[in-house]
């Protein structure tokens, strides 16, 4: 099975790569062998606003952007988002990356990991709503990081019960995966 850990913001200086690395370091102690895991940064991919067609009516994306887009999230059987929260909700450059695909999405099992000031819980209210259209399973268990109690001068520093909770989170995603025969 392959993991896509997708850090999802775009900004400059971004938590998401803090978050996605604590992420990386938590899939290894697993200990899985029968699952990968890669670190897919969405600033790596310049994305343009839209494409003239929708996605679920594409033949071909128009744009090498998100060709390559399309070519790395269909290599997944499952994903972990990074996803913050901004002004109460999901971030416009990773729900713009979203709606770039369709079908590379469709019946595949997704977990969150949010953060912001009130650990990014709203932006996955939303998300919930949004891979729903995909026909997406999203596993209950989720990680919110708070800004002002997991977060220090170096990056990402989580409280103690977090290790448990990320544990717990990718070990039902890989167990929900392995359920649908993704």
Partial sequence: MKVAIISGSVRKGRNSAHVTRWIEEAAAKLGRDDVTFEVVPLADFDLPAYEDVPPGMLEEHTTEAARAWSAK??????YVLVTPEYNHGVPGALKNATDFLSNEWRSKVIAFVSYGADGGVRAVEQWRQIVANFDMIDIRATVSLGLFTD?????VAPLE???????????????TAERWGK
């Fill in 73 to 78: 999230i269909s290599e997944f059987d499952a």
């Fill in 151 to 155: 977060f220090g001068p170096e990056g």
């Fill in 161 to 175: 019960r977090r290790a448990g909770e990320i544990e717990n989170t990718l070990n039902s995603l890989i167990s």
